[in-house]
């Protein structure tokens, strides 16, 4: 059984390929009582802003799991920032800790930081298949892991800690403009301008998720 969170189809291409019963997190929201029984729980779900997605967290916090192995996938599309050391925390500290804590590489769709066409250049280079295969494996051996992360993404990691506290918040709510463009052919949607940390527009460092 894996619950998937996803906006714009990473996660859900990675949990189709770890497990035939599948569940969305948002519509599993819907439901009052979640008490769920496998011998094998997943969830996958992206990374945002170097932490699993608020939803993801309020889910996994007030349903119930009863499983031989409990284990959390994110996808990310440039640094984890350590996010799996940081999760397993959490999830320990609320009583429900994981065998397995891993990250992939896989398209980063976060449109106001990275440019699509250049995404999409690099995307053989992530051989996000070959990494989901290696999970996959992972997962079937009931591995005992949680990633490590390695110096520079802590410190990565960091510095981004510190941008946010002295700039406020990378994004501003509602991120886009309605304009009177709208009307008619042309769309006058706009993406709100926004000041993207400046470490993030560099050409983004592709690391094998696996590498320990
Ligand atoms: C708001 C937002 C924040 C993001 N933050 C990060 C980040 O901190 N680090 C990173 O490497 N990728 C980041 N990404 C990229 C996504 O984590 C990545 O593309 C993910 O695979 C998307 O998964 P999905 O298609 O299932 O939603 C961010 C994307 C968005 C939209």
Redesign the pocket.
């Known amino acids: 059984m894996v619950f998937y969170f ?7 291409y990675v949990a189709k390929q770890l497990d035939e019963e599948r569940l969305s997190i948002p519509q599993e929201m819907n439901k009052e009582n979640r008490h769920y029984k496998a011998e094998r729980i997943g969830i996958v779900c ?5 932490e699993i997605p608020s939803l993801v967290k309020d889910f996994i916090q007030d349903s119930e799991f009863e499983a031989g192995y409990f284990y959390l996938v994110v ?7 350590g996010v799996a050391g940081r999760t397993h925390a959490w999830l320990e500290s609320i009583g429900k800790p994981a065998d397995y804590v891993n990250t992939i590489i ?5 449109l106001i930081v990275f440019d699509m066409d250049q995404q999409r250049s690099i995307e053989a280079e992530k051989q996000v298949d070959a990494h989901i295969d290696a999970i996959r494996s992972d997962i079937a051996a009931k591995r005992v892991m949680v990633q490590q992360a390695p110096a520079d993404e802590i410190d990565f990691y960091q510095k981004f800690v510190a941008w946010i506290k002295q700039t406020g918040p990378m ?1 501003t709510f509602p991120l886009y403009k309605v304009t009177d463009g709208c009307v008619g052919y042309r769309s006058g949607i706009t993406l709100a301008a926004q000041t993207a940390w400046p470490a993030f527009r560099r050409a983004p460092q592709r690391r094998s998720s696996l590498s320990q």
């Open positions: 996803t906006a714009t189809g990473n996660s859900l992206p990374l945002f802003e170097f996808t990310y599309g440039m640094h984890h920032g896989m398209h980063d769709n976060a994004y």
